[in-house]
Protein backbone atom coordinates (compact mmCIF):
# COMPACT_ATOMS: atom_id res chain seq x y z
CA UNK A 1 0.00 0.00 0.00
CA UNK A 2 2.67 2.49 1.19
CA UNK A 3 6.36 2.39 -0.75
CA UNK A 4 8.13 4.34 2.04
CA UNK A 5 8.52 2.95 5.17
CA UNK A 6 8.42 6.67 7.22
CA UNK A 7 4.72 6.77 5.47
CA UNK A 8 3.59 3.44 6.36
CA UNK A 9 5.18 3.54 9.75
CA UNK A 10 3.38 6.91 9.94
CA UNK A 11 -0.26 5.71 8.94
CA UNK A 12 -2.34 2.62 10.59
CA UNK A 13 -5.29 0.07 9.02
CA UNK A 14 -8.38 1.84 9.42
CA UNK A 15 -10.50 0.59 12.79
CA UNK A 16 -14.08 1.50 13.78
CA UNK A 17 -13.41 4.98 15.31
CA UNK A 18 -11.49 6.42 12.86
CA UNK A 19 -8.90 7.30 16.11
CA UNK A 20 -5.90 8.31 14.85
CA UNK A 21 -4.05 5.94 16.91
CA UNK A 22 -5.14 2.15 17.09
CA UNK A 23 -6.98 1.07 19.87
CA UNK A 24 -5.34 -1.03 22.20
CA UNK A 25 -7.46 -4.32 22.19
CA UNK A 26 -7.24 -5.49 25.94
CA UNK A 27 -8.92 -8.83 25.39
CA UNK A 28 -8.77 -12.56 25.81
CA UNK A 29 -11.29 -13.62 23.91
CA UNK A 30 -14.38 -12.29 21.28
CA UNK A 31 -18.04 -13.37 20.75
CA UNK A 32 -19.92 -14.66 18.06
CA UNK A 33 -23.96 -13.99 17.76
CA UNK A 34 -25.03 -17.48 17.19
CA UNK A 35 -23.48 -21.20 16.99
CA UNK A 36 -23.60 -20.83 12.66
CA UNK A 37 -21.31 -17.79 12.81
CA UNK A 38 -18.83 -19.55 15.60
CA UNK A 39 -18.85 -22.64 13.00
CA UNK A 40 -18.12 -20.60 9.89
CA UNK A 41 -15.38 -18.78 12.02
CA UNK A 42 -14.42 -22.65 12.97
CA UNK A 43 -14.58 -23.88 9.35
CA UNK A 44 -12.13 -21.04 8.52
CA UNK A 45 -15.00 -19.22 5.86
CA UNK A 46 -14.63 -16.06 8.50
CA UNK A 47 -11.61 -14.42 10.01
CA UNK A 48 -12.93 -12.25 12.74
CA UNK A 49 -10.55 -12.98 15.86
CA UNK A 50 -10.88 -15.81 18.27
CA UNK A 51 -8.89 -15.60 21.20
CA UNK A 52 -5.92 -13.25 22.29
CA UNK A 53 -3.21 -16.12 21.90
CA UNK A 54 -3.71 -15.75 18.35
CA UNK A 55 -5.09 -13.26 16.87
CA UNK A 56 -5.02 -9.79 18.39
CA UNK A 57 -6.38 -6.92 16.79
CA UNK A 58 -3.42 -4.60 17.70
CA UNK A 59 -1.12 -7.52 17.74
CA UNK A 60 -1.94 -8.08 14.17
CA UNK A 61 -1.07 -4.64 13.25
CA UNK A 62 2.30 -4.96 14.59
CA UNK A 63 2.50 -7.66 12.37
CA UNK A 64 1.26 -6.65 9.14
CA UNK A 65 3.87 -4.06 9.70
CA UNK A 66 6.31 -6.06 10.07
CA UNK A 67 5.30 -8.07 7.28
CA UNK A 68 5.16 -4.79 4.84
CA UNK A 69 8.43 -3.77 6.48
CA UNK A 70 10.48 -6.77 5.65
CA UNK A 71 8.71 -7.65 2.12
CA UNK A 72 7.02 -10.92 3.45
CA UNK A 73 3.48 -11.98 3.43
CA UNK A 74 3.03 -12.57 6.77
CA UNK A 75 4.48 -11.96 10.33
CA UNK A 76 3.81 -13.56 13.59
CA UNK A 77 4.74 -11.73 16.93
CA UNK A 78 6.16 -13.45 19.93
CA UNK A 79 6.41 -11.93 23.99
CA UNK A 80 10.56 -12.17 22.98
CA UNK A 81 12.76 -12.44 20.22
CA UNK A 82 14.08 -16.12 21.85
CA UNK A 83 10.18 -17.09 21.16
CA UNK A 84 10.47 -15.98 18.21
CA UNK A 85 13.95 -17.47 17.37
CA UNK A 86 12.86 -21.32 19.14
CA UNK A 87 9.36 -21.16 17.20
CA UNK A 88 10.77 -20.77 13.84
CA UNK A 89 13.54 -23.38 14.30
CA UNK A 90 10.99 -25.85 15.45
CA UNK A 91 8.59 -25.30 12.98
CA UNK A 92 11.81 -26.27 10.32
CA UNK A 93 13.35 -29.43 12.22
CA UNK A 94 12.63 -32.70 13.10
CA UNK A 95 14.83 -35.32 14.92
CA UNK A 96 17.73 -36.22 13.13
CA UNK A 97 18.61 -33.25 11.26
CA UNK A 98 21.40 -31.11 11.33
CA UNK A 99 21.44 -27.12 11.37
CA UNK A 100 23.93 -24.77 9.89
CA UNK A 101 24.46 -22.42 11.93
CA UNK A 102 27.10 -19.00 11.70
CA UNK A 103 29.68 -18.51 14.74
CA UNK A 104 29.07 -15.59 17.10
CA UNK A 105 24.85 -16.05 16.92
CA UNK A 106 23.46 -14.58 20.33
CA UNK A 107 24.36 -16.29 23.07
CA UNK A 108 21.16 -17.66 24.18
CA UNK A 109 20.79 -18.87 20.48
CA UNK A 110 23.50 -20.89 20.72
CA UNK A 111 22.62 -22.02 23.96
CA UNK A 112 19.30 -23.07 22.84
CA UNK A 113 20.82 -24.78 19.87
CA UNK A 114 23.43 -26.71 22.25
CA UNK A 115 21.29 -27.72 25.59
CA UNK A 116 17.29 -28.06 24.05
CA UNK A 117 17.82 -29.12 20.19
CA UNK A 118 20.97 -31.53 21.22
CA UNK A 119 18.34 -33.23 23.49
CA UNK A 120 15.69 -33.53 20.88
CA UNK A 121 17.94 -35.34 18.36
CA UNK A 122 18.80 -32.34 16.05
CA UNK A 123 23.04 -31.63 16.01
CA UNK A 124 24.26 -27.95 14.60
CA UNK A 125 27.83 -27.32 12.73
CA UNK A 126 29.14 -23.93 13.48
CA UNK A 127 30.74 -22.21 10.33
CA UNK A 128 32.88 -19.15 9.79
CA UNK A 129 29.86 -16.40 8.13
CA UNK A 130 32.74 -14.70 6.73
CA UNK A 131 33.99 -17.69 4.72
CA UNK A 132 31.27 -17.84 2.45
CA UNK A 133 32.34 -21.16 0.79
CA UNK A 134 33.04 -23.01 4.10
CA UNK A 135 29.16 -22.39 4.88
CA UNK A 136 28.13 -23.40 1.34
CA UNK A 137 30.53 -26.35 2.01
CA UNK A 138 28.96 -27.33 4.99
CA UNK A 139 25.47 -27.41 3.56
CA UNK A 140 25.24 -31.11 1.97
CA UNK A 141 22.12 -32.59 4.01
CA UNK A 142 21.56 -29.83 6.13
CA UNK A 143 17.71 -29.15 7.07
CA UNK A 144 18.53 -25.62 7.83
CA UNK A 145 20.91 -22.75 8.03
CA UNK A 146 20.60 -20.08 10.82
CA UNK A 147 22.23 -16.95 10.00
CA UNK A 148 22.70 -13.86 12.10
CA UNK A 149 24.22 -10.60 10.35
CA UNK A 150 25.95 -8.61 11.34
CA UNK A 151 26.63 -11.17 14.05
CA UNK A 152 26.90 -10.40 17.87
CA UNK A 153 29.85 -8.75 19.70
CA UNK A 154 31.73 -9.48 16.17
CA UNK A 155 29.50 -7.47 13.90
CA UNK A 156 30.76 -10.03 11.08
CA UNK A 157 28.26 -9.95 7.86
CA UNK A 158 27.06 -12.59 5.32
CA UNK A 159 26.75 -12.98 1.90
CA UNK A 160 23.18 -13.54 1.77
CA UNK A 161 22.28 -13.86 -1.63
CA UNK A 162 24.90 -16.30 -2.09
CA UNK A 163 24.06 -18.45 0.54
CA UNK A 164 20.24 -17.91 0.12
CA UNK A 165 21.13 -19.82 -3.52
CA UNK A 166 23.38 -22.45 -2.64
CA UNK A 167 20.63 -23.43 0.36
CA UNK A 168 17.97 -23.21 -2.15
CA UNK A 169 19.55 -25.43 -4.34
CA UNK A 170 19.72 -28.42 -1.57
CA UNK A 171 16.49 -27.80 0.03
CA UNK A 172 18.08 -26.18 2.78
CA UNK A 173 16.01 -23.60 4.80
CA UNK A 174 17.29 -19.86 5.71
CA UNK A 175 16.74 -18.30 8.78
CA UNK A 176 17.97 -15.10 9.81
CA UNK A 177 18.25 -12.72 12.96
CA UNK A 178 17.89 -9.33 11.08
CA UNK A 179 17.64 -7.60 14.81
CA UNK A 180 21.02 -5.37 14.38
CA UNK A 181 20.38 -4.36 10.74
CA UNK A 182 16.32 -3.74 11.12
CA UNK A 183 14.33 -4.13 8.28
CA UNK A 184 14.78 -0.62 7.15
CA UNK A 185 18.82 -1.84 6.52
CA UNK A 186 18.67 -5.00 5.29
CA UNK A 187 15.89 -6.71 3.84
CA UNK A 188 17.03 -10.79 3.86
CA UNK A 189 13.45 -12.01 2.23
CA UNK A 190 14.71 -9.49 -0.83
CA UNK A 191 17.92 -11.76 -1.23
CA UNK A 192 16.14 -14.89 -1.20
CA UNK A 193 16.43 -15.65 2.65
CA UNK A 194 12.72 -18.06 3.89
CA UNK A 195 12.38 -16.68 6.81
CA UNK A 196 13.55 -13.50 9.03
CA UNK A 197 13.80 -13.06 12.83
CA UNK A 198 13.94 -10.11 15.19
CA UNK A 199 14.47 -8.98 18.63
CA UNK A 200 11.82 -6.63 18.77
CA UNK A 201 13.37 -5.84 22.17
CA UNK A 202 15.65 -3.93 20.42
CA UNK A 203 15.29 -1.12 17.72
CA UNK A 204 12.07 -1.90 16.40
CA UNK A 205 11.25 -1.38 20.49
CA UNK A 206 13.45 2.15 20.43
CA UNK A 207 12.50 2.67 23.80
CA UNK A 208 14.27 0.10 26.26
CA UNK A 209 10.75 -0.61 27.35
CA UNK A 210 9.47 -3.58 25.95
CA UNK A 211 10.46 -7.23 25.27
CA UNK A 212 9.31 -8.69 22.21
CA UNK A 213 10.03 -10.42 18.72
CA UNK A 214 8.51 -11.57 15.94
CA UNK A 215 9.17 -13.67 12.31
CA UNK A 216 8.24 -12.79 9.08
CA UNK A 217 8.30 -14.78 5.86
CA UNK A 218 5.94 -16.35 3.28
CA UNK A 219 2.53 -17.19 4.11
CA UNK A 220 3.27 -21.20 4.27
CA UNK A 221 6.33 -20.56 6.59
CA UNK A 222 4.50 -18.09 8.76
CA UNK A 223 1.51 -21.08 9.10
CA UNK A 224 3.72 -23.26 10.26
CA UNK A 225 5.61 -20.97 12.96
CA UNK A 226 1.73 -20.03 13.93
CA UNK A 227 0.64 -23.81 13.93
CA UNK A 228 2.86 -24.41 16.58
CA UNK A 229 3.07 -21.69 18.49
CA UNK A 230 -0.76 -20.32 18.84
CA UNK A 231 -1.60 -23.65 20.09
CA UNK A 232 1.01 -25.47 22.02
CA UNK A 233 3.96 -22.76 22.58
CA UNK A 234 2.00 -20.13 23.38
CA UNK A 235 4.53 -17.35 23.43
CA UNK A 236 2.26 -14.53 22.11
CA UNK A 237 2.59 -10.78 22.48
CA UNK A 238 0.35 -8.40 24.74
CA UNK A 239 -1.78 -6.19 23.14
CA UNK A 240 -0.46 -3.29 25.37
CA UNK A 241 3.76 -4.21 24.00
CA UNK A 242 1.69 -4.77 20.58
CA UNK A 243 1.05 -1.10 20.84
CA UNK A 244 4.09 0.08 22.63
CA UNK A 245 5.82 -1.54 19.63
CA UNK A 246 3.40 0.28 17.03
CA UNK A 247 4.53 3.70 19.02
CA UNK A 248 7.73 2.67 19.14
CA UNK A 249 7.71 2.22 15.10
CA UNK A 250 7.08 5.50 14.22
CA UNK A 251 10.60 6.98 14.65
CA UNK A 252 12.54 4.02 13.35
CA UNK A 253 13.64 5.78 10.55
CA UNK A 254 14.75 9.11 12.69
CA UNK A 255 16.26 7.19 15.77
CA UNK A 256 18.26 4.86 13.40
CA UNK A 257 19.20 8.29 11.44
CA UNK A 258 20.40 10.14 14.44
CA UNK A 259 21.91 7.30 16.11
CA UNK A 260 24.52 6.29 13.23
CA UNK A 261 25.17 10.40 13.03
CA UNK A 262 26.17 10.03 16.64
CA UNK A 263 28.19 6.50 15.94
CA UNK A 264 29.92 7.60 12.71
CA UNK A 265 31.63 10.25 14.96
CA UNK A 266 32.81 8.13 17.67
CA UNK A 267 34.14 5.39 15.32
CA UNK A 268 36.22 7.65 13.60
CA UNK A 269 37.64 8.71 16.49
CA UNK A 270 37.63 5.79 18.21
CA UNK A 271 39.84 3.97 15.57
CA UNK A 272 42.56 6.69 15.53
CA UNK A 273 43.03 6.30 19.36
CA UNK A 274 45.81 4.32 20.77
CA UNK A 275 43.96 2.55 23.41
CA UNK A 276 41.73 0.70 21.07
CA UNK A 277 43.16 -1.95 18.93
CA UNK A 278 39.96 -2.68 16.85
CA UNK A 279 36.55 -1.49 16.31
CA UNK A 280 34.36 -3.87 15.01
CA UNK A 281 31.18 -2.70 13.06
CA UNK A 282 30.40 -3.48 9.63
CA UNK A 283 31.46 0.48 8.47
CA UNK A 284 35.17 -0.50 9.81
CA UNK A 285 35.47 -4.25 8.19
CA UNK A 286 32.41 -4.36 6.28
CA UNK A 287 32.86 -8.16 5.39
CA UNK A 288 31.09 -10.73 2.55
CA UNK A 289 27.48 -9.49 3.66
CA UNK A 290 28.31 -5.33 3.07
CA UNK A 291 26.57 -5.29 -0.16
CA UNK A 292 23.28 -6.33 1.40
CA UNK A 293 23.08 -3.42 4.08
CA UNK A 294 22.00 -0.20 3.10
CA UNK A 295 22.66 1.58 6.23
CA UNK A 296 24.64 0.94 9.96
CA UNK A 297 23.13 1.02 13.18
CA UNK A 298 24.68 2.14 16.78
CA UNK A 299 26.00 -1.19 17.85
CA UNK A 300 29.95 -1.72 17.83
CA UNK A 301 32.19 -3.75 19.65
CA UNK A 302 35.79 -2.02 21.37
CA UNK A 303 38.70 -4.38 21.56
CA UNK A 304 41.09 -2.22 23.96
CA UNK A 305 45.15 -2.92 23.64
CA UNK A 306 46.48 -5.39 25.76
CA UNK A 307 47.34 -3.50 28.90
CA UNK A 308 44.10 -1.31 28.63
CA UNK A 309 42.34 -2.40 31.62
CA UNK A 310 38.61 -2.93 30.30
CA UNK A 311 37.04 -3.21 33.79
CA UNK A 312 38.55 0.11 34.52
CA UNK A 313 37.44 1.82 31.08
CA UNK A 314 34.27 0.38 32.26
CA UNK A 315 33.69 1.92 35.86
CA UNK A 316 34.49 5.13 34.80
CA UNK A 317 31.98 5.74 32.42
CA UNK A 318 29.09 8.36 33.33
CA UNK A 319 27.15 8.36 30.33
CA UNK A 320 27.14 5.22 29.19
CA UNK A 321 26.00 2.95 31.35
CA UNK A 322 26.41 -1.03 32.02
CA UNK A 323 23.60 -3.41 30.39
CA UNK A 324 22.71 -6.12 28.80
CA UNK A 325 20.45 -5.42 25.39
CA UNK A 326 20.50 -2.28 23.50
CA UNK A 327 18.70 -0.36 20.70
CA UNK A 328 16.58 2.50 23.00
CA UNK A 329 17.37 5.64 23.91
CA UNK A 330 20.14 5.39 26.49
CA UNK A 331 24.15 4.73 25.53
CA UNK A 332 24.77 1.33 27.42
CA UNK A 333 27.86 -0.51 28.15
CA UNK A 334 28.49 -4.44 28.59
CA UNK A 335 31.97 -5.73 29.39
CA UNK A 336 32.59 -9.47 27.45
CA UNK A 337 34.72 -10.22 30.89
CA UNK A 338 31.17 -10.41 32.90
CA UNK A 339 30.14 -13.21 30.71
CA UNK A 340 33.16 -15.10 31.88
CA UNK A 341 31.26 -15.87 34.98
CA UNK A 342 28.10 -16.81 34.06
CA UNK A 343 27.78 -20.77 34.82
CA UNK A 344 24.84 -21.46 32.35
CA UNK A 345 26.87 -23.59 29.81
CA UNK A 346 27.55 -24.01 27.26
CA UNK A 347 29.16 -20.80 27.27
CA UNK A 348 29.54 -18.44 23.43
CA UNK A 349 32.01 -15.78 24.88
CA UNK A 350 33.97 -18.78 25.64
CA UNK A 351 33.16 -21.19 22.89
CA UNK A 352 33.54 -18.40 20.07
CA UNK A 353 36.88 -16.76 21.67
CA UNK A 354 35.22 -13.52 22.54
CA UNK A 355 38.12 -12.00 24.43
CA UNK A 356 38.14 -10.23 27.43
CA UNK A 357 39.37 -6.56 26.05
CA UNK A 358 35.99 -6.61 24.21
CA UNK A 359 33.42 -4.17 25.54
CA UNK A 360 30.32 -3.88 23.44
CA UNK A 361 29.18 0.07 23.21
CA UNK A 362 25.38 1.00 22.33
CA UNK A 363 25.18 4.57 20.93
CA UNK A 364 21.51 6.33 22.12
CA UNK A 365 20.32 9.85 21.74
CA UNK A 366 22.91 11.66 24.15
CA UNK A 367 24.95 14.38 22.33
CA UNK A 368 27.70 12.79 19.98
CA UNK A 369 30.02 15.33 22.50
CA UNK A 370 29.36 14.13 25.56
CA UNK A 371 29.57 10.59 24.48
CA UNK A 372 33.00 11.29 23.29
CA UNK A 373 33.86 13.32 26.12
CA UNK A 374 33.00 10.50 28.82
CA UNK A 375 34.78 7.52 26.05
CA UNK A 376 37.84 9.15 26.05
CA UNK A 377 38.09 9.70 29.82
CA UNK A 378 37.61 6.14 30.65
CA UNK A 379 39.78 5.09 27.96
CA UNK A 380 42.34 7.63 29.62
CA UNK A 381 41.57 6.01 32.48
CA UNK A 382 42.26 2.22 31.35
CA UNK A 383 45.50 2.98 29.87
CA UNK A 384 47.00 4.58 33.25
CA UNK A 385 49.59 3.18 35.34
CA UNK A 386 47.18 1.65 38.13
C1 LIG B 1 18.48 -9.65 22.32
C2 LIG B 1 18.71 -10.51 21.13
C3 LIG B 1 17.94 -11.67 20.94
C4 LIG B 1 16.94 -12.17 21.95
O1 LIG B 1 15.85 -11.34 22.02
P1 LIG B 1 14.92 -11.22 23.35
O2 LIG B 1 13.89 -10.25 22.90
O3 LIG B 1 15.83 -10.68 24.42
O4 LIG B 1 14.41 -12.57 23.65
C5 LIG B 1 18.13 -12.37 19.77
N1 LIG B 1 19.04 -11.99 18.87
C6 LIG B 1 19.82 -10.91 19.03
C7 LIG B 1 20.81 -10.54 17.97
C8 LIG B 1 19.68 -10.14 20.18
O5 LIG B 1 20.47 -9.08 20.35
Redesign the pocket.
Known sequence: MFDYPETMLAHDAPNPWQAVVPPIVQTSLFTFKNVEAMEARFRGETSTPVYSRGDNPTVREFERKLAQLEGGEDARAFS????A?SAAILSVVKAGDRIVCVRHV?P??YRFLEKLMTRLGVTTTYVDGCDTEAVVQALPNARLLYL?SPT?WTMQTQDLPRLAQAAKALGVVTVI?N??ATPLYQRPLSHGIDIV?H????YLSGHSDT???VAVGSLARIAAINDLSYPYLGAKLSPWEGWLLLRGLRTLPMRMAWQWNSTRVLLERLQQHPAVHTVLHPWCQPGPGAACLTGYSSLFTLELVNGADARRFCNQLQIFQLGV??GGHESLAMPALVSRVQNAGPNAQVDFGISDQMVRLHVGFEHPDELWRDLSAALDAATRPA
Not at 80 to 83: A, F, H, K, Q
Open positions: SGMGIYDTESDSCLSASKVAGSW
